[in-house]
């Protein structure tokens, strides 16, 4: 069990996910933000600075691996 | 007891527990961690358990026996680091860069678990080995941008360090917040270079656009200008108008007291004027009375005695006029008598003269008037048997003529010669008439010359005769072939020879 509960969280792209690159997503935990490394799920999707994305794994200490957020309704 | 001595004691325990209890119990601030390792230190999370061989404590205090367990203080506080790097761009241009580098130890419990492990003894020297970590990530990062991204691309630059860094960064357990490149020390001045297109561009329009607005401006100054000067004239003209109708309100009323003056002056000359008048009338008057008319009385004395004495001597030349006149009168009535008397002689004497030669005349016109009749009637018989007798020559003549030209048909020798013959004296004549109009002759060889001379005047008559048979006998063959018995043309021949 991880210290904060960051897999499922939303959080904003502040540097560009993509394939051979280490992307930056800006989380909300522990009370405050923090940013952490961000990579993309599939391996192949590209999201661009401001893109919301959805926190599907976590690698510790500071690595997410996250998909498109796809808003209900 | 003494109540004083427990109350005492009490005291002394609660601040003996109080020092224990400060002294055992450990509080993690909220910028820090608390590690703590040492005996019974029980581990609750499951995933780190294995490998976790301390206690992390954030924000909460702990109880640590001393002794057996102790407590170390991990700051969490963010940390600057300066850099100053000597590196190559992308392009080979060689760049100083002096950046600062900010970073802390991740809140996580991994961060603090790696951060402990590896900084706990060396906080104070963190900064010298993120110096060096980031000196050569700094490098790496510099030599895959070019300048111009690293001055405008500031994506480029956090993506970059990311990218360099963030493997490193997970095993130190630190989080880079931010990398501040402070300058980038250009020895090729590559950057200025850089900017100077620009720059010159910005000036060029920022000088264009000066001029431009200059140009506006001055524009609507000389507008405004021009439109102020027109205001100018228009209100001066205004002005002058205005002050012209004062001016002449001025006039007129600064000469109004110089007019008035004057007009008083005039009516005060024409009262003198009129007092003049009435002391030139008055000194009339006194000369008039004074003078003249004793003039005038001694003059009509004077002209009256004059008159008197001229008309006496009128009247005496008058007399003596007629006296002359009657008796001149007298001579001429005696004259004109005589006259008159003459004339009525004259007169009769006249129309006696006048009544005999009206006689004389009657008389003789009709003495003159039988004359002329008897003369007339004489004239008439005259002529009658005048012409009576020419017609009776004619006659003859013709027959004469007849009976020549028959006998010229005959014997036309024989006529011509009689002709000649009987017109010979006439010839002869007209031949002496060559010599008539001779005033000196000069006969060179005496009588004999003379009969020469008249020879061949007389000759030219024989000459003539011998013409005149050359035409007679032209005319006789002539008249072979026409009828001989006309003698139309035969009788101007004759009065040609003739």
């Given at each position: ?6 897999i499922g969280s939303r959080g904003r792209v502040t540097g560009t996910i ?56 | ?270 009262q003198e004027t009129r007092a003049a008048e009435l002391e030139a009338a ?217």
């Amino acid at each position: 069990m991880p210290d904060v509960p960051v897999i499922g969280s939303r959080g904003r792209v502040t540097g560009t996910i993509g394939p051979g690159l280490v992307g930056e997503v800006l989380l909300s935990v522990r009370g405050g933000t923090e940013a952490f490394y961000a990579y993309p799920a599939d391996g192949q999707e590209r999201f661009e600075n401001g893109t919301q994305v959805l926190v599907v794994d976590f690698e510790s200490p500071r690595t997410v691996y996250v998909q498109r957020w796809l808003p209900l309704g | 007891m003494d109540p004083l001595i427990l109350a005492g004691v009490i005291v002394g325990a609660i601040i003996l527990l109080f020092i224990l209890l400060r002294t055992l119990y450990k509080v993690a601030e909220p910028n820090e961690a608390l590690l703590i390792s040492g005996w019974g230190v029980r581990v609750q999370r499951s995933e780190t358990a294995d490998s976790l061989g301390f206690k992390i404590i954030t924000g909460k205090g702990v109880l640590v026996i001393p002794g057996f367990q102790t407590a170390r203080r991990l700051s969490l506080d963010t940390r600057g680091a300066n850099l100053q790097v000597s590196c190559v761009t992308k392009q080979g241009l060689p760049v100083t860069v002096r950046a600062v580098v900010i970073y802390k130890v991740g809140d996580d419990f991994a961060s603090i678990a790696n951060a402990a492990r590896r900084f706990l003894d060396q906080q104070d020297g963190m900064n010298d080995t993120i110096h060096e970590l980031f000196a050569g990530h700094l490098r790496s990062i510099v030599g895959g941008l070019t300048i111009e991204e690293m001055i405008h691309n500031r994506d480029a630059l956090t993506g970059e360090i990311r990218s360099s860094s963030a493997n490193e960064m997970i095993k130190l357990g630190l989080v880079v917040d931010s990398l501040q490149i402070q300058e980038i020390e250009d020895e090729s001045g590559y950057i200025l270079n850089l900017g100077k297109p620009h720059a010159a561009a910005v000036a060029a329009s920022a000088r264009i656009a000066e001029a431009q607005r200059d140009q506006e401006a001055t524009q609507a100054e000389q507008v405004a200008a021009a439109q102020k000067a027109g205001a100018i004239r228009e209100s001066e003209i205004k002005q002058a108008g205005f002050q012209a109708e004062v001016d002449q309100a001025r006039a007129k009323a600064g000469q109004s007291g110089p007019l008035a003056e004057a007009t008083a002056r005039q009516e005060v000359v024409v009262q003198e004027t009129r007092a003049a008048e009435l002391e030139a009338a008055l000194a009339e008057q006194k000369l008039q009375s004074q003078v003249r008319k004793p003039a005038d009385a001694r003059a009509y004395d004077t002209r009256t005695s004059a008159d008197a004495e001229r008309d006496a001597a009128i009247a005496k030349a008058q007399a003596e006029a007629k006296e002359t006149e009657l008796r001149a009168a007298a001579d001429a009535t005696k004259v004109k008598t005589a006259a008159e008397a003459e004339a009525q002689a004259t007169k009769a004497r006249g129309e006696a003269s006048a009544a005999a030669t009206r006689a004389t005349g009657e008389a003789q016109a009709h003495a003159a008037k039988a004359q002329g009749l008897a003369e007339a009637d004489a004239a008439r018989a005259k002529g009658l048997a005048e012409a009576e007798a020419a017609k009776a020559k004619g006659l003859a003549e013709a027959d004469a003529i007849k009976a020549r030209a028959a006998a010229l048909a005959e014997n036309q020798e024989a006529v011509v010669a009689q002709q000649l013959a009987e017109r010979w004296p006439e010839i002869v004549e007209a031949g002496a008439k060559a010599f008539g109009s001779v005033d000196h002759m000069v006969v060179l060889n005496g009588a004999d010359g003379v009969s020469d001379m008249f020879a061949k005047a007389l000759s030219l008559g024989g000459t003539g005769l011998g013409l005149a048979r050359q035409l007679m006998e032209a005319m006789g063959q002539t008249g072979k072939s026409a009828e001989p018995e006309t003698n139309g043309s035969v009788v101007p021949t004759t009065t040609d020879l003739r």
